[in-house]
């Protein structure tokens, strides 16, 4: 079965401070990897995804993750935090063939501090 | 010209009540899905159709039904509303070819 473990349940940094999210999964095959942003009263929307490739991914807003098969990891960062950051964060996979869903970590909640 | 919409988007309603949520999504894609978030924030997958056939039903009690007329559209019905029903209700839509899903707003479900 799989599984998404996101250690951190909030963090606090600063406003400019450089910021990085934790996700380990487990996973039976090669995982597709997904980070989805929720801001209060919202849905959630996609910030990136890795299935193939380069180990490093780009997504919106200024944020990064980087795929460590070696560590089942998929952390997302970004170099400066701004406060319009402060949302909750949810490391997802899932597979693209079949009818696979998205399994989702707890989530990290960001607060953003002056 | 939103992708995924969902209505209503709050749901207040007493104990014992029958309710739907209606979700449409325009991205004419093959598979639907029903989460639910909790209090706590966790999400859950309760059900996925792929072309109006149910694929996903994990363990959800009986009292919801989905409900898909068409491969753009997944409704979900509750009977019998139970306090612990209270929740925010996502429905999402993904297209096999592609990979990630794209989620609605959300249906807060708020049973007293």
């Known amino acids: 079965a799989q599984s998404v473990t996101q250690p951190d349940i909030h963090i606090t940094v600063s406003e400019g401070a450089s910021l990085e999210l934790r996700c380990n999964y487990s996973?039976?095959?090669?995982?597709?990897l997904f980070w989805y942003v929720q801001s209060p009263g919202q849905g959630l929307q996609l910030l990136l995804k890795y299935f193939s490739g380069d180990t490093l991914v780009q997504g919106i807003k200024g944020f990064e993750a980087e795929f460590k098969r070696s560590q089942s990891s998929f952390n997302l960062r970004k170099p400066s935090v701004h406060w319009s950051d402060a949302a909750e964060y949810f490391c997802a996979v899932g597979a693209a063939t079949g009818y696979s869903t998205l399994t989702f970590g707890k989530g990290t909640m960001l607060l953003v501090s002056p | 010209d939103t992708a995924v919409s969902q209505t209503p988007k709050y749901l207040v309603t007493q104990m014992g009540n029958d309710k739907s949520i209606k979700c449409e999504q325009n991205l004419g894609h093959d598979t639907m899905y029903w989460y639910k978030q909790d209090s706590k924030k966790f999400l859950k997958i309760m059900f996925s159709y792929n072309n109006k056939e149910l694929i996903i039903n994990e363990t959800v009690p009986n009292r919801f039904s989905p409900k898909s007329p068409d491969k753009a559209h997944l409704n979900l019905h509750i009977n019998s509303l139970e306090l612990g029903d209270s929740a925010v209700y996502f429905c999402?839509?993904?297209?096999?070819?592609?990979?990630?899903?794209?989620f609605g707003q959300g249906t807060r479900l708020t049973v007293v």
């Open positions: 999402a839509s993904r297209n096999r070819a592609e990979t990630e899903a794209f």
């Open positions: 996973y039976g095959a090669t995982p597709y």
